[in-house]
């Protein structure tokens, strides 16, 4: 079946560092690629998507590519803040199979000033 | 607005025990629903969906039932809980015309089962 596969966190940056975040997937035909975020205390949050090869998903300064050669769909972003500390789900939408949401592991993402 | 409910934030509950974890939903009608499973280092499961009052589709076999007595009302069951049940629990809804990418969840209820 499908599945997201996230790099573990979590991820400590300083104020203004650069931000990725991996993510890969494994999906019979063409999925849609998202990101959530969800901060402390509230539910998740749709951050951005791609739904066919090569589009670029873009919210808040965070942005990801859908690479369908590799299988990824990697979340940057130039030069994080402290309230951008969360954790962050990738996840994908496969219409060939079952037409549910499949989430990653989540990437807790803290940002010391 | 719409806004998404539930409760308890936090519950701590000795294996062999009852569980009954509610969601409620305002601001929509007629909503789908959802509710999903973190466990220790894993991704978000979904664990069942409703489409309708009483409707109720599982995903997974489990220890778990789920129930839709009203139309924005979502309760997840348990009548003997195992240690394997500890987890995060999030709830979600979206209106039957958007795409599966527009659920809207709740902040979750972090059970742990001792």
């Known amino acids: 079946g499908d599945s997201v596969t996230q790099m573990e966190g979590p991820v400590t940056l300083s104020e203004e560092a650069f931000l990725t975040i991996n993510c890969t997937y494994t999906?019979?035909?063409?999925?849609?690629l998202f990101w959530y975020v969800q901060y402390p205390g509230e539910g998740l949050q749709l951050l951005l998507k791609?739904?066919?090869?090569?589009d670029k998903g873009s919210n808040k300064g965070f942005e990801a590519t859908y690479r369908k050669e590799t299988t990824s769909f990697h979340l940057e972003k130039g030069s994080v803040q402290v309230s951008d500390s969360a954790v962050y789900f990738c996840?994908?939408?496969?219409?060939?199979?079952?037409?549910?949401?499949?989430f990653g592991g989540g990437t807790r993402l803290m940002v010391k000033p | 607005s719409q806004t998404i409910h539930q409760w308890p934030a936090t519950l701590v509950q000795p294996v062999g025990s009852p569980l009954s974890l509610e969601c409620t939903v305002e601001g929509t009608s007629n909503p789908n629903l959802y509710w999903y499973r973190q466990a220790a280092g894993r991704g978000l499961q979904l664990l069942f969906y409703s489409v309708g009052i009483g409707q109720i589709s599982s995903e997974v076999p489990q220890n778990l039932s789920a129930s839709r007595p009203q139309d924005r009302q979502f309760i997840l069951s348990s009548k003997k809980l195992l240690l394997s049940d500890s987890g995060f629990y999030l709830c979600?809804?979206?209106?039957?015309?958007?795409?599966?990418?527009?659920?809207?969840f709740g902040p979750g209820t972090r059970l742990l089962v001792l």
């Open positions: 791609a739904t066919k090869a090569d």
């Open positions: 999906a019979t035909g063409y999925p849609s």
């Open positions: 979600a809804w979206r209106t039957k015309g958007g795409g599966q990418e527009t659920q809207y």
């Open positions: 996840a994908l939408v496969n219409n060939n199979a079952g037409n549910m949401l499949t």
